[in-house]
T-cell receptor
Framework: DAGVTQSPTHLIKTRGQQVTLRCSPK?????VSWYQQALGQGPQFIFQ???????QRGNFPDRFSGHQFPNYSSELNVNALLLGDSALYLC?????????????FGPGTRLTVL | AQKITQTQPGMFVQEKEAVTLDCTYD???????LFWYKQPSSGEMIFLIY??????QNATEGRYSLNFQKARKSANLVISASQLGDSAMYFC???????????????FGKGTHLIIQP
């Protein structure tokens, strides 16, 4: 049973560009959450998707947007990249109708903005 | 709003000793969960242990136990008989159940860098 997968593993972009990160949830999971982890910091919640809609959002600007597909996979899009967007982006999946506190993390995508 | 405070940026511990990582939290929710995650240098976030706000017993998972003191709003992680492989970043986190099913996003602390010395 595959766990949470993310792609790509690493990514290098320049300021002003746009980036798309992808996440496939663990089998049987229907919610996907995204987190940003800057170097030396704890992860910060970006947003959560359920039933193809954003249902909760952390304190992140509109440059951060997402999407969830019918197969529950998700994308995180960041527009107009800033140097400060360099971070490890973690995806986590859970089951809305299941054990509410279970959440599984993917290995992350490390984004470097030059 | 939820807040997690971890006051130990780094800790050095001798192998085989027990170690306690501190965590205090603040929330207005009555129902919530407290979590500890381990993050090795590879970056993956590994779930260690969970404690529900209504659980009367402290959670235990193998060498990990959570010392939950609700009145003091603390949720310290205790690792017994530390091993070299325990060297990593450790994060305390919390979340509340979501009214529509599932749960809110996790709120993390800044972490403690634990180094086990031989």
């Amino acid at each position: 049973d595959a766990g949470v997968t993310q792609s790509p593993t690493h990514l290098i972009k320049t300021r002003g560009q746009q980036v798309t990160l992808r996440c496939s949830p663990k089998s049987g999971h229907d919610t996907v959450s995204w987190y940003q982890q800057a170097l030396g910091q704890g992860p910060q919640f970006i947003f959560q998707y359920y039933e193809e809609e954003e249902r909760q959002r952390g304190n992140f600007p509109d440059r951060f947007s997402g999407h969830q597909f019918p197969n529950y996979s998700s994308e995180l899009n960041v527009n107009a990249l800033l140097l400060g967007d360099s971070a490890l982006y973690l995806c986590a999946s859970g089951e809305a109708g299941g054990v509410w506190y279970e959440q599984f993390f993917g290995p992350g995508t490390r984004l470097t903005v030059l | 709003a939820q807040k997690i405070t971890q006051t130990q940026p780094g800790m050095f511990v001798q192998e085989k000793e027990a170690v306690t990582l501190d965590c205090t939290y603040d929330t207005s929710d009555q129902s919530y969960g407290l979590f500890w995650y381990k993050q090795p240098s590879s970056g993956e976030m590994i779930f260690l242990i969970y404690q529900g706000s209504y659980d009367e017993q402290n959670a235990t998972e193998g060498r990990y136990s959570l010392n939950f003191q609700k009145a003091r709003k603390s949720a310290n992680l205790v690792i017994s008989a530390s091993q070299l492989g325990d060297s990593a970043m450790y994060f305390c986190a919390m979340r509340a159940p979501y009214s529509g099913g599932g749960a809110d996003g996790l709120t993390f602390g800044k972490g403690t860098h634990l180094i086990i010395q031989p």
